[in-house]
């Protein structure tokens, strides 16, 4: 009986890392890259910067998708930031870490274009490294922090298929 589980156990074992590769291949895997443009009252102090992340997702219906991101946002410090008399330098960054759902709306094989919406929630780690200088007492002062928050991801957008098995998405 001690065999029989044994051998049961070793099955089980060298099974598993061929039943996960086999999921593995079956995700779609992305990687993007764009202009981060700050808004509202972080805009007033960050100026535009540049994202890139990386995209995985997994097909449960021929429209329902699972899947994630895991992205790098960073922003340089705007020059007006400090107010009259001060100089700033710096930059906030942001490393995104979101479990998402997609559902296409269109998934017609003769179509080039197919339109999306995605929903997910998730880990957002905000962080800022600044260092202040005064015009007037050429004193220096830094100042940084970081903090994780949970946030809520909503969008859409459209995957283009071009020739050659490859596509693009616009969001």
């Known amino acids: 009986m001690k065999r029989i589980v044994v051998t049961a156990a070793l099955c089980l074992l060298l099974a598993a890392p061929a039943a996960a590769q086999s999921v593995l291949d079956d995700i779609d895997w992305s990687v993007d890259a764009g202009i981060a443009m700050p808004t509202g009252d972080f805009g007033k102090a960050a100026n535009t910067g540049f994202c890139f992340g990386v995209n995985g997702f997994w097909s449960y219906t021929e429209r329902l998708l699972f899947g994630g991101r895991i992205a790098y946002d960073r922003w340089g410090v705007d020059e007006d930031m400090g107010g009259r008399g001060w100089d700033v330098e710096g930059h906030f960054s942001a490393i995104e870490i979101v479990p998402q759902v997609r559902y296409l709306f269109t998934d017609d094989a003769t179509q080039r274009a197919n339109f999306f919406g995605q929903a997910g929630i998730g880990f957002y780690r905000f962080a800022f490294d600044l260092e202040y200088d005064s015009d007037l007492t050429d004193d220096t002062w ?18 283009i298929d071009t020739a050659g098995g490859r596509s693009f998405e616009i969001r």
């Open 142 to 159: 830094d100042s940084d922090d970081a903090e994780i928050d949970l946030g809520i991801a909503l969008g859409g957008g459209v995957t």
